[in-house]
């Protein structure tokens, strides 16, 4: 028999390619990368999308973002960014007299939110506040999603002694009171890079949501697929990875929203009492909520409350955008609300074409 005649045959006895099989798996393959994007990526993306309130979260955070980055530029010293100001540092008379002190807001384009009582741009202060504002708000709560997770998970999902230490761990954490342990630290360590303070606000915060997690993990740990899982030999991490952490994801992510909402109302709250330091009237929104209280007396003259209320948008809008940032991933992480949403996934289409194929 010839080479070309042997390189026709089949195993099975027909005639036919050898390659052939190889090709198929190549498509295969492709075929079930497509799917894994398709299923992972493209279709929660989507359906996050159409909900109002992932939308309406995402602007609000690429506005506060913006802001962030508007900031940066201006006060970066790097390169070709060092001549470039795209909001002046808020100074005392920055506009060139006593007049414009407690200018109220919407009355010029140059401090389109009004001056504080020595003539500062009160919204060139928000926007120069906002990069430490949100490094604090991300860190704090990446913080605590971490610390909670890896503890609440591995203690459910091994349990004996392990589950033992570890919520004995978070019982203990649970009992110190949070607020005082945040001020004795803050003023004993005096921390000023916004990494390290935002970790500091929430510092105890994780240990409610690891027990909350680990209960969780009790249930889920019983359920067939992750027996099965055990059944085949994969390993704990690589069970925890696939099988239980995208269970726990929308609950993470509310939690994650949660807690950089402490982070926030913690650090205004301790900057406006002068527990944390700063060094600047932009440092922090409860700064400049200390300064209006303090020199501007914007409790009492109504016509300066403006001082006030003007950094609390700022915090308010900044929560609210996060708030409906999490409910809108709902639709991102739930597997049901995501099928609800579509009707079915694209297995399920492509096995209802087949059926409808054979039918016919």
Do not use: C
């Not at 042997?6 to 027909?14: A, I, L, V």
């Not at 978070?170 to 935002?198: E, F, K, Q």
């Not at 009790?218 to 697929?225: F, N, V």
């Amino acid at each position: 028999m010839s080479r070309t005649d042997s390189s026709e045959k089949s195993t099975d006895g027909g005639t036919g390619d050898v390659f052939s099989f190889e090709a198929s798996e190549e498509i295969s393959t492709s075929q079930r990368y497509r799917e894994f994007f398709y299923e992972a990526f493209y279709l929660p993306a989507r359906e996050a999308w159409r909900d109002w309130r992932m939308k309406v979260g995402l602007i609000i955070i690429f506005g506060y973002v913006l802001m962030g980055l508007v900031a940066w530029v201006s006060s970066s010293e790097f390169g070709v960014l060092a001549d470039v100001t795209l909001v002046e540092f808020p100074t005392s008379n920055q506009f060139g007299g006593f007049e414009y002190n407690n200018q109220g807001p919407f009355q010029s384009w140059d401090y389109p939110l009004g001056t504080d009582s020595t003539g500062r741009n009160i919204m060139a202060a928000i926007v120069h506040a906002t990069p430490d504002m949100l490094k604090m708000t991300f860190a704090g709560g990446i913080y605590v999603v971490v610390v909670a997770t890896v503890v609440g998970t591995v203690s459910g999902y091994k349990g004996g002694r392990v589950d033992s230490f570890l919520t004995t761990v978070s019982d203990i954490v649970m009992t110190i009171p949070g607020l005082p342990l945040v001020i004795v630290l803050a003023t004993t360590i005096d921390p000023r890079n916004p990494y390290l303070v935002g970790p500091l606000l929430v510092i105890g915060w994780w240990a409610g949501l690891s027990r909350t997690i680990r209960s969780q993990v009790l249930s889920i740990r019983e359920e067939s697929y992750v027996e099965a899982s055990r059944t085949m030999g994969i390993s704990t991490p690589r069970i925890i990875q696939k099988d239980i952490l995208p269970n726990l994801m929308p609950y993470i992510m509310v939690n994650f929203v949660m807690s950089a909402r402490q982070v926030i109302f913690n650090g205004v709250g301790l900057y406006f009492l002068g527990v944390l330091a700063h060094g600047s009237y932009s440092d922090n929104w409860g700064v400049m909520m200390q300064f209006a209280y303090t020199h501007a007396s914007a409790l009492l003259i109504p016509d300066r409350s403006y001082q006030l209320l003007m950094p609390m948008a700022a915090i308010v809008g900044l929560s609210f955008g996060l708030i409906l940032f999490s409910q809108g991933t709902d639709r991102l992480f739930n597997p049901r609300v995501r099928q609800r949403g579509t009707g079915s996934t694209k297995q399920e289409e492509d096995s209802d074409d087949e059926v409808t194929t054979t039918i016919t």
